[in-house]
């Protein structure tokens, strides 16, 4: 045979630290490394050209010999295990010791000879490491498994038992080599239940829950257990290990429990029997506490209701005096024919009568039943139009910071309350610093988790916060505690009406935000005001409208709809100063009338509470005819107006009681936008 170029060099294949054979297309050997030469005891030069046979008689058959056939009829390659193919080759170590091998087999590409390149790798050191913690694992296992207090069995697919631990000994009274060998039907009293429960395991189910079987012991006594078991397979056998745990105990105090629970049973009827007057007794007692309790509820809500009623009627009367005494003394004047003077009279009725509409006002935000007129709002622009006149009302001696965020968040809330709410604080910081102090005006942007919206009684998400603080006398708890509650109020008699806070309460509330307290006697107050994140814009501003004195009106046609007949007058009255053609209707269905026929209508003005049809189903029903009409709502009081939701595209309110000047220009700024 003639040499063929080696192709890697003798030298380099002979520092490998494993086993290299090449093979010609017969089989024969080419290349026969250093490594080969020791693990085989055959010489290099002795092999060099001889078939593959002469030196190994197996390789001519077997899955080796499969393997060099596929490596040269398809470039195959092919991973030959130890733990598959043990022994390919009659290897030794250094030691005189049999070497456990991996073989891999391919092809040589790239030479003018097709060659097959045998690659031998020694994992003597591997397998017997891996068999060493096989069998250390073994051993932790079987101490495990000999020293468990629940019997554990190991079982074939015939229900012969291979192995039992010392529990299974203690247990059922056998030895263990009595044991082994036996039938798993031999311990079980209801062979049924054993022989299904067997039959799910073998066929791969899993036991959802544990069953209980009964057992019999060697002596013939029973015994209870509770049993698992689990199905695995080794390399050739399919075994089942049942896990056996004493419930003996367990059913005894069962039993005891059901005893002791009959026990109780009978008690309990015995001494309901003998009971039974004391019991009619105790609910008859009981029956008076609830009575004697519910007339103490009642009074304490009297006690709240005439604390309230009572403020109100207080400051009311001191108002109505205001009002009546002066329409007095004009009525008087002008039956004497001395109207010269009349004027401060007047002054003076209308006067209470605002004092009197602030009043209501506060209070029906206090209830959080107050119309809102909501819109887009930035904070930091709103407290900074209002900058000089806060600097006015607090006093030179009071120093006031303002410290707003940058790229605050807008807000969506009646600008009106929201300004008597800043100056009522404003006010309020200012009466508790009667040497002088700081006030402090802050905004932020903060987004409250579940827990700190929680403690706020606000929905989780994105707040502006603004807070107002003083370092005035500060407010004791039990002050605090009642800060919001109506007609409450520390200051001197005739200082204050104690609606201030409850007002600015019941407009937060309302406007879906929260306020709160933190107060400290001697280091001052801080009041917080949360108002969640508007994601719109700002509203251009409006043009101002004309004087309400002029004649703003081009004859367009206001329907008034106002069942109070005074009401009605004055309104229609105003409509006809100021050059409107008037309509009017005592009541909705007249006003339904008014609005299927063909008449024109350019405003309709309707008051909410109507005797029969309400305003705002007066307003529903003249949308469907008339959908572009404008609509402005009148009311002193209703639920379902103090929502923001409830006012639709160009839709209005107007609170009662207002001055006809308002209500002028209200009119005129409706009718004059587009």
Not at 202 to 226: C, M, N, P, W
Not at 256 to 280: F, G, P, Q, W
Not at 309 to 315: E, K, L, P, S, Y
Not at 464 to 481: F, R
């Amino acid at each position: 045979m003639a040499d063929t170029p080696p192709l890697i060099p003798i030298p380099i294949l002979d520092a490998l630290d494993a086993g290299v054979i090449v093979l010609d297309r017969c089989k024969r050997v080419v290349k026969w490394n250093a490594w080969m030469e020791s693990a085989s005891g055959h010489p290099a030069g002795k092999v060099h050209g001889q078939p593959l046979t002469s030196a190994f008689h197996s390789a001519g058959s077997g899955r080796l010999a499969m393997a060099i056939d596929s490596a040269f009829d398809a470039g195959a390659s092919s991973l030959l295990t130890h733990a598959l193919h043990p022994l390919i080759f009659p290897l030794r170590t250094r030691a005189g010791r049999q070497l456990l091998h991996d073989v891999m087999v391919s092809r040589i590409a790239g030479g003018a000879e097709a060659l097959c390149l045998i690659h031998i790798t020694d994992v003597t050191m591997a397998a017997r490491r891996e068999q060493y913690l096989r069998e250390r694992q073994n051993a932790r296992y079987d101490a495990v498994v000999s020293s468990a207090p629940d019997v554990i069995l190991t079982l074939d697919t015939e229900g012969t038992i291979h192995l039992a631990n010392r529990a299974a000994v203690a247990q059922f009274g056998y030895a263990e080599e009595e044991l082994v060998g036996q039938k798993a039907t031999l311990l079980f009293e209801a062979g049924t239940l054993w022989r299904d429960a067997w039959r799910r395991v073998i066929e791969g189910e899993k036991l959802q829950q544990a069953v209980e079987l009964v057992a019999r012991r060697k002596d013939g006594s029973l015994t209870h257990f509770e049993v698992s078991a689990a199905r695995w397979q080794n390399n050739t056998h399919v075994f089942v290990t049942a896990i056996l745990r004493d419930i003996n105990e367990r059913r005894a105090a069962e039993a005891a429990l059901r005893a002791s629970e009959e026990k109780s049973r009978i008690a309990a009827v015995e001494l309901a029997e003998l009971n039974a007057t004391l019991e009619k007794r105790v609910e008859e007692r009981t029956a008076k506490l609830l009575e004697v309790e519910e007339v103490l509820r009642q009074s304490q809500k009297m006690e709240a209701i005439g604390q309230l009623t009572g403020g109100i009627a207080h400051d009311f009367n001191n108002l109505l005096q205001g009002v009546i005494g002066a329409l007095n003394m004009v009525q008087k004047r002008v039956e004497e024919g001395r109207i010269t003077d009349i004027d401060r009279f007047l002054k003076g009725a209308l006067a209470s009568a605002a004092r009197a509409s602030t009043l209501t006002h506060r209070l029906l935000a206090f209830s959080r039943q107050q119309p809102v007129s909501p819109k887009p709002i930035d904070l930091n622009q709103l407290i900074a139009s209002m900058a000089e006149l806060l600097r006015r009302s607090i006093g030179e001696k009071i120093e006031m910071r303002l410290a707003g965020a940058d790229d605050l968040w807008l807000v969506r809330c009646d600008t009106n309350q929201l300004e008597n709410a800043l100056l009522n604080l404003a006010i309020n910081a200012r009466d508790a610093m009667p040497e002088g102090g700081m006030l402090t005006i802050e905004t932020f942007n903060r987004a409250l988790n579940e827990s700190e919206a929680l403690i706020r009684n606000l929905k989780p998400g994105e707040h502006v916060c603004l807070t107002v603080s003083d370092t005035g006398v500060g407010m004791p708890p039990d002050v605090q505690a009642r800060a919001f509650d109506p007609f409450y109020t520390t200051k001197p008699m005739g200082q204050g009406t104690g609606l201030g806070l409850s007002m600015i309460y019941g407009f937060i509330r309302q406007s879906e935000g929260a306020v709160r307290i933190d107060s400290e006697v001697g280091r001052g107050t801080t009041v917080e005001i949360y108002l969640p994140r508007f994601h719109g814009r700002l509203e251009a501003e409006a043009a101002a409208p004309a004087a309400s004195g002029s004649r703003a009106g081009h004859n367009e046609v206001v329907l008034v709809v106002e069942d109070e007949d005074v009401v009605r007058l004055l309104i229609v009255a105003v409509l006809s100063d100021m050059g409107y053609h008037a309509l009017e209707a005592a009541d909705g269905k007249t006003a339904q009338r008014i609005l299927n026929s063909p008449q024109r209508v350019d405003l309709l003005v309707t008051d909410i509470g109507l005797p029969d049809i309400n305003g705002r189903q007066v307003a529903d029903s003249a949308r469907t005819q008339r959908p572009a009409l404008k609509i402005l709502f009148m009311t002193g009081y209703a639920e379902r107006a103090a929502s923001s939701e409830f006012l639709g595209e160009g839709m209005h309110i107007i609170s009662k009681p207002f001055t006809m000047d308002e209500l002028a220009e209200e009119i005129q700024s409706m009718l004059r936008r587009a």
